[in-house]
């Protein structure tokens, strides 16, 4: 499976942005893909995940209320709708799929970063 991020780039605070994260050789289902970023000199974060075929969602407190993510199944693609961006959202943003999302629990794999691909970062910077 690979995975392609864009649609990030240099936005104002207060504007929004869309990310995309189109997969392909995908075979299986029952899948979970997550959105994640990375600010210079600081941790790894999650941001969302959603879990094939898309009616069940997680995301961090952080971006909750703010953020969606939804997928396109015709498309294999996973959206990450970035709206009342803020400095801080500032980061390296890449998608991830975890191939095993089974149960209740489904997020906690990719919230624990234990995921089975990772796509290239795309990058987004909010000006204040």
């Known amino acids: 499976v690979q995975l392609q991020a864009s649609g990030g780039g240099l936005v104002q605070a207060g504007d929004s942005l869309r990310l995309s994260c189109a997969a392909s050789?995908?075979?299986?289902?029952?899948?979970?893909m997550g959105w994640f970023r990375q600010a210079p000199g600081k941790e790894r974060e999650f941001v969302a995940a959603?879990?094939?075929?898309?009616?069940?969602?997680h995301y961090a407190d952080s971006v909750k209320g703010r953020f969606t993510i939804s997928i396109d199944n015709a498309k294999d693609t996973v959206y990450l709708q970035m709206n009342s961006l803020k400095p801080e959202d500032t980061a390296n943003y890449h998608c991830?799929?975890?191939?095993?999302?089974?149960?209740?629990?489904?997020?906690?794999?990719?919230?624990?970063?234990?995921?089975?691909?990772r796509g290239q970062g795309t990058q987004v910077t909010v000006s204040s």
């Open positions: 991830a799929l975890d191939k095993n999302a089974y149960g209740s629990t489904w997020y906690l794999r990719l919230k624990g970063y234990d995921y089975n691909y």
């Open positions: 050789g995908r075979t299986f289902s029952n899948y979970a």
């Open positions: 959603i879990r094939w075929p898309g009616d069940t969602t």
